[in-house]
């Protein structure tokens, strides 16, 4: 397989546990590479394991391993596969009866603090004759957003049949995360006082995965 080729297969299957694609970053090494070449484009594709069953045993692994970092992306992917809190919570106490008390205790921590996290989806409807206007806002005010540390994910989308009506999508490490984000001056100056102005519309709310 053609590194293109082993790079596409891997986007597709990190895109299918996480639910976007990994972004490149500057400093991308050869381990970066491998990762998406052989670890997700040969590893997680098998098929004598599900996606999910995967997700788990990652999941387990890395809170053995006390892998903070990892294991809170890998919480995120678990969710995004439908297994739900109350088999994270199991998970936890399978390691920590296996791979000690202080394991699983750390694992808990690190999957409530992503249970924690908030969801926010707010929907704009602009005025006539002001969505190429209120386009380019939005785009600055989610630059800026995604550059705040308490910010997971800051996402804008635009209505097929309404162009009028943009879709916001952000999620936070916490609510007080979310209240420091609507206290900054980017919000203030680019949606209070340009964006809000310029609206037939405007909603918001706090939101969470729905459990299976």
Not at 36 to 56: D, E, G, I, K, T
Not at 157 to 170: G, K, N, S, W
């Amino acid at each position: 397989m053609h590194d293109s080729e082993a790079r596409q297969k891997g986007q597709e299957q990190y895109r299918l546990l996480f639910g976007k694609e990994r972004r490149p970053r500057e400093d991308e090494t050869a381990l970066d590479e491998f990762t998406l070449n052989h670890l997700f484009a040969n590893v997680w594709s098998r098929p004598q394991l599900s996606r999910p069953q995967r997700s788990m045993i990652t999941v387990a692994l890395l809170a053995a391993l006390g892998r903070d970092r990892e294991l809170k992306r890998h919480v995120e992917g678990a969710l995004h596969q439908r297994i739900t809190r109350e088999q994270i919570n199991e998970i936890m106490l399978q390691v920590a009866h296996y791979a000690g008390w202080p394991a699983g205790h750390n694992g808990q921590r690190i999957a409530q603090e992503v249970f924690e996290e908030r969801l926010i989806v707010s929907r704009y409807v602009v005025s006539e004759g002001h969505d190429s206007t209120v386009a380019r806002l939005l785009r600055k005010n989610a630059e800026a957003s995604r550059a705040e540390p308490g910010c997971l994910e800051f996402s804008v989308y635009q209505e097929i049949d309404d162009p009028r009506a943009f879709l916001l999508y952000e999620r936070y490490t916490s609510e007080d995360a979310f209240q420091a984000h609507r206290r900054t001056p980017h919000f203030e100056d680019i949606i209070e006082q340009q964006v809000v102005p310029l609206l037939d519309e405007r909603a918001w709310t706090r939101v969470e995965p729905l459990p299976t």
